[in-house]
């Protein structure tokens, strides 16, 4: 768990870190921000909908819940999908779906029909988006992975500062249904970062992929259980499931939590403006410092101190008790949030490897979806019960420094130690000493320097042959020259 799997060699294709890569990269950026921002920023036409289906606020705020419980739940559904017919056909396919679900809430009559078709349609649409988007950035990037993930992560923030103002005009100007009618059409563009996702040829002179010894590789299974053998995985996924629970509870009630303090409605909503803006830059500057050369073979630890981090800006954040502070809470909060969104998957690219990376996402996110509708909603109760914002914070900074210490103590006991690497060997993971990092490391520099065509002397062929004969090898006639 505390580094990088080893994916490439003679068995797969080799990443190109670059090329098309990037026009992946620039897919898989609007297709996470489409993927978090959409389900906020539908909630710019909530009153509009409680005044036209006489509904309350807990009825329209089950879309949100149930396009974030699509997205994260219907995980091994994309992984099966995905090893079946390719990340491009679902991710075309998933484009139309999100459109179309927008599409038919426009002619709803009722907030059921709005449930069915933003909250399933649309939400199983950009699920079906966004897992595949990030394997795709897997088997693209290697070395600059971690760059690679701290940008694509970008788009979360960004996307969400440009949504919600656009959904506000479209509102003012066309009301909710004109709205979904457009944004209908705006999320048709998946299907155009969808054919961004070309696969992955290998290049001239490169052979196709062989199995350990020479051997022909079994058919890729269509969900990969067997990541629950990998050590790294199962305190991975214990502790992300962990700080899942408390991570979200901030940025939902940090508005309310002004509000309460006597602050105006519009100063209110500027923290979340503030917490997203410095959101936009902590990401890929940490993409940037997890792809160091002496870090990333540590990025677990880094990840696993940015969960802390964003713990004790929790706990700290508790006793805030004027806007300043709330404001200086959103700032600190930003930028472990950000540091956060740009390491979590690619702490689990690394756990895996590319060939089990398409399961374990799926698996992972639904743990995941699994936590994030007990989180905020336990958050409401403890709120409810005591009328003080203090708690709810205090509980979300306990869960999510609890996770930090599971991903830290469970890498440093049963993964590796200090100064470890992990390396996936035919589908096993196995820590490496420092001779065994440099022997890798040669063998990888051989195979990528490797020329394309080797011409061989006959002469020598001939003296090696008899070499080899006279030292007791095998004597043939075919080659006893």
Same mark, same amino acid.
């Given at each position: 768990?505390?580094?990088?799997?080893?994916?490439?060699?003679?068995?797969?294709?080799?990443?190109?870190?670059?090329?098309?890569?990037?026009?992946?990269?620039?897919?898989?950026?609007?297709?996470?921000?489409?993927?978090?921002?959409?389900?906020?920023?539908?909630?710019?036409?909530?009153?509009?909908?409680?005044?036209?289906?006489?509904?309350?606020?807990?009825?329209?705020?089950?879309?949100?819940?149930?396009?974030?419980?699509?997205?994260?739940?219907?995980?091994?559904?994309?992984?099966?999908?995905?090893?079946?017919?390719?990340?491009?056909?679902?991710?075309?396919?998933?484009?139309?779906?999100?459109?179309?679900?927008?599409?038919?809430? /426009?002619?709803?009559?009722?907030?059921?029909?709005?449930?069915?078709?933003?909250?399933?349609?649309?939400?199983?649409?950009?699920?079906?988006?966004?897992? &595949?988007?990030?394997?795709?950035?897997?088997?693209?990037?290697?070395?600059?992975?971690?760059?690679?993930?701290?940008?694509?992560?970008?788009?979360?923030?960004?996307?969400?500062?440009?949504?919600?103002?656009?959904?506000?005009?479209?509102?003012?100007?066309?009301?909710?249904?004109?709205?979904?009618?457009?944004?209908?059409?705006?999320?048709?563009?998946?299907?155009?970062?969808?054919?961004?996702?070309?696969?992955?040829?290998?290049?001239?002179?490169?052979?196709?992929?062989?199995?350990?010894?020479?051997?022909?590789?079994?058919?890729?299974?269509?969900?990969?259980?067997?990541?629950?053998?990998?050590?790294?995985?199962?305190?991975?996924?214990?502790?992300?499931?962990?700080?899942?629970?408390?991570?979200?509870? &901030?940025?939902?009630?940090?508005?309310?939590?002004?509000?309460?303090?006597?602050?105006?409605?519009?100063?209110?909503?500027?923290?979340?403006?503030?917490?997203?803006?410095?959101?936009?830059?902590?990401? &890929?500057?940490?993409?940037?410092?997890?792809?160091?050369?002496?870090?990333?073979?540590?990025?677990?630890?880094?990840?696993?101190?940015?969960?802390?981090?964003?713990?004790?800006?929790?706990?700290?954040?508790?006793?805030?008790?004027?806007?300043?502070?709330?404001?200086?809470?959103?700032?600190?909060?930003?930028? /472990?949030?950000?540091?956060?969104?740009?390491?979590?998957?690619?702490?689990?690219?690394?756990?895996?490897?590319?060939?089990?990376?398409?399961?374990?996402?799926?698996?992972?996110?639904?743990?995941?979806?699994?936590?994030?509708?007990?989180?905020?909603?336990?958050?409401?109760?403890?709120?409810?019960?005591?009328?003080?914002?203090?708690?709810?914070?205090?509980?979300?900074?306990?869960?999510?420094?609890?996770?930090?210490?599971?991903?830290?103590?469970?890498?440093?006991?049963?993964?590796?130690?200090?100064?470890?690497?992990?390396?996936?060997?035919?589908?096993?993971?196995? &820590?490496?000493?420092?001779?065994?990092?440099?022997?890798?490391?040669?063998?990888?520099?051989?195979?990528?320097?490797?020329?394309?065509?080797?011409?061989?002397?006959?002469?020598?062929?001939?003296?090696?042959?008899?070499?080899?004969?006279?030292?007791?090898?095998?004597?043939?006639?075919?080659?006893?020259?």
């Amino acid at each position: 768990m505390g580094g990088a799997a080893v994916d490439q060699g003679p068995g797969r294709v080799q990443a190109p870190d670059g090329g098309w890569g990037w026009a992946v990269l620039f897919g898989c950026f609007v297709i996470t921000g489409f993927s978090y921002a959409f389900p906020k920023a539908v909630s710019v036409f909530f009153k509009e909908l409680i005044q036209e289906f006489g509904v309350g606020y807990s009825d329209t705020a089950w879309i949100s819940s149930i396009l974030l419980a699509m997205l994260y739940g219907t995980g091994p559904l994309c992984s099966v999908l995905v090893n079946r017919f390719g990340c491009r056909p679902v991710m075309m396919v998933g484009g139309l779906f999100a459109a179309l679900g927008m599409i038919l809430a /426009s002619f709803s009559t009722t907030i059921v029909h709005i449930y069915l078709s933003t909250g399933i349609i649309t939400g199983l649409g950009l699920a079906l988006n966004f897992q &595949p988007s990030l394997i795709m950035l897997n088997r693209y990037f290697s070395e600059r992975r971690p760059l690679a993930n701290g940008l694509a992560a970008a788009g979360s923030p960004v996307a969400l500062c440009c949504l919600s103002p656009f959904g506000q005009a479209l509102q003012h100007h066309f009301g909710w249904r004109g709205g979904f009618l457009i944004l209908g059409g705006v999320l048709l563009n998946c299907c155009v970062c969808g054919a961004l996702m070309r696969p992955l040829e290998p290049r001239r002179g490169q052979p196709s992929a062989p199995g350990p010894g020479g051997k022909k590789r079994p058919p890729a299974k269509l969900l990969d259980f067997s990541v629950f053998r990998n050590r790294g995985f199962l305190v991975y996924t214990l502790g992300v499931s962990t700080m899942v629970l408390g991570l979200f509870i &901030p940025p939902v009630f940090v508005v309310s939590f002004a509000k309460a303090l006597g602050n105006t409605d519009t100063s209110s909503a500027l923290l979340l403006t503030i917490l997203g803006f410095i959101d936009i830059f902590a990401r &890929p500057t940490c993409g940037v410092v997890a792809g160091l050369r002496w870090v990333r073979p540590r990025c677990v630890y880094l990840f696993s101190f940015a969960v802390l981090f964003n713990g004790t800006t929790d706990l700290v954040g508790s006793m805030c008790a004027s806007y300043a502070n709330l404001v200086v809470f959103c700032v600190f909060f930003g930028v /472990s949030y950000g540091m956060v969104g740009a390491l979590q998957f690619e702490v689990l690219m690394a756990l895996v490897g590319t060939d089990k990376f398409s399961s374990a996402i799926g698996l992972v996110l639904l743990v995941e979806a699994i936590a994030v509708l007990v989180g905020p909603p336990s958050a409401g109760l403890l709120l409810d019960s005591t009328g003080s914002y203090m708690y709810a914070f205090l509980m979300a900074g306990s869960l999510v420094v609890l996770s930090a210490l599971i991903l830290a103590v469970g890498n440093f006991l049963f993964i590796g130690g200090r100064g470890r690497e992990l390396a996936v060997v035919a589908g096993e993971t196995e &820590p490496l000493t420092e001779r065994g990092r440099e022997e890798a490391r040669r063998e990888r520099l051989l195979w990528e320097t490797r020329p394309i065509s080797i011409h061989v002397d006959c002469a020598e062929v001939e003296r090696f042959l008899r070499e080899d004969w006279w030292r007791g090898g095998d004597s043939s006639s075919e080659t006893c020259l």
